[in-house]
């Protein structure tokens, strides 16, 4: 049971960046999915969130410009992330809410570093 992050790296103010997480281990289809980021001397805080029926939410500071989404038969979350921001700097995290279906807790991808900077 895990998931793995991959996408983070540096970038300009402006650009975009995509994030991935690749879950395995647990039925995917039927899980609630989210990003979280974690900024040097804040607390996590939650990014998006994608229900497994497609509901989404976004945090204010990230409306209009961040999209999560799903892909159920590779079962892999995104998190498509444009006009970046010097704060939108941190590690970002996936997280898979737990269900009945092979998922008894939260779980957390190994984080993946954004630097948006000049």
């Known amino acids: 049971v895990q998931l793995q992050a991959s996408g983070g790296g540096s970038v300009q103010p402006g650009g975009s960046l995509r994030l991935s997480c690749a879950a395995s281990g647990f039925t995917f289809s039927v899980t609630h999915m989210a990003w979280y980021r974690q900024a040097p001397g804040n607390q996590r805080e939650l990014v998006a969130r994608?229900?497994?029926?497609?509901?989404?939410v976004y945090a204010d500071s990230v409306k209009g410009r961040f999209t999560i989404s799903r892909d159920n038969t590779v079962n892999t979350v995104y998190l498509q992330m444009n006009s970046l921001k010097p704060e939108d700097t941190a590690v970002y995290y996936c997280?898979?809410?737990?269900?009945?279906?092979?998922?008894?807790?939260?779980?957390w991808g190994q984080g993946t570093l954004v630097t948006v900077s000049s």
């Open positions: 997280n898979a809410e737990p269900n009945p279906f092979g998922l008894s807790g939260n779980l």
């Open positions: 994608l229900s497994n029926v497609g509901g989404t």
